[in-house]
């Protein structure tokens, strides 16, 4: 009974490097996410997929790239870390396809970039 | 466009004593609505959502919310607070203006429990 599952919880990375946070999902779920959490501003949404082979961009994809491997899986891959990209990331996930309204989350991927 | 505004960023209520978290939005469209909760080191977990039907909206562990469109305000209440109601809450918006269903975070209240 897993729900969502991110990896891994914690990355540090220097300006520049690249990398991918993974993100499953074993609820048969449509719809994926992800956001970003920095302190006193909410959520924000940097991508989402409302069904499997689509992808589209949220409030703030810049410096951002997604997959969509499969129903279960949505990778989430910065190019180039950028100190401004020292959040905490979380994947979410909702039965309905196009529904935009997050139902599950994951526990979060706390990225810090020096 | 759709905004949101959650009035305390910090709540803090004794063991047994009724909760309030005050919401105000403002939305071109009829929004949908919903309570979000974030306890330390997680992810966020949905309480309740508001979507056009009862304006009396029940979730999970006791709480509930009511739409009010006259006063443009979506509060969050429980009865009687529990020491595992400690977390950060999270009134949101869905934005039908942009994205598809974006949705649209207030900033948060973070609630306290005093034994």
């Known amino acids: 009974n897993a729900g969502v599952t991110q990896t891994p919880k914690f990355q540090v990375l220097k300006t520049g490097q690249s990398m991918t946070l993974q993100c499953a999902q074993d609820m048969n779920h449509n719809s994926m996410y992800w956001y970003r959490q920095d302190p006193g501003m909410g959520l924000r949404l940097i991508y989402y997929s409302a069904s499997e082979g689509t992808t589209d961009k949220g409030e703030v994809p810049n410096g951002y790239n997604v997959s969509r491997l499969n129903k279960r899986e949505f990778s989430l891959r910065l190019e180039s870390a950028a100190p401004s990209q020292t959040s905490v990331y979380f994947c979410?996930?909702?039965?309905?396809?196009?529904?935009?309204?997050?139902?599950?989350f994951g526990d979060g991927t706390r990225l810090s970039i020096l | 466009a759709q905004s949101v505004t959650q009035l305390d960023s910090h709540v803090s209520v004794s063991e047994g004593t009724p909760v309030l978290l005050r919401c105000n939005y403002s939305?071109?469209?009829?929004?949908?609505l919903f309570w979000y909760v974030q306890h330390p080191n997680k992810g966020l977990q949905l309480l309740l959502k508001y979507t056009s039907a009862a304006t009396l909206v029940k979730g999970i562990n006791g709480f509930e919310a009511e739409f009010k469109k006259s006063e443009t305000s979506f509060h969050l209440t429980k009865p009687s607070a529990h020491m595992s109601d400690a977390a950060e809450y999270f009134c949101v918006v869905s934005s039908y203006g942009g994205s598809q269903g974006n949705l649209i975070f207030g900033k948060g209240t973070k609630l306290s429990v005093k034994p």
């Open positions: 939305s071109s469209y009829s929004p949908s």
């Open positions: 979410a996930s909702s039965e309905e396809a196009w529904s935009g309204q997050p139902q599950h």
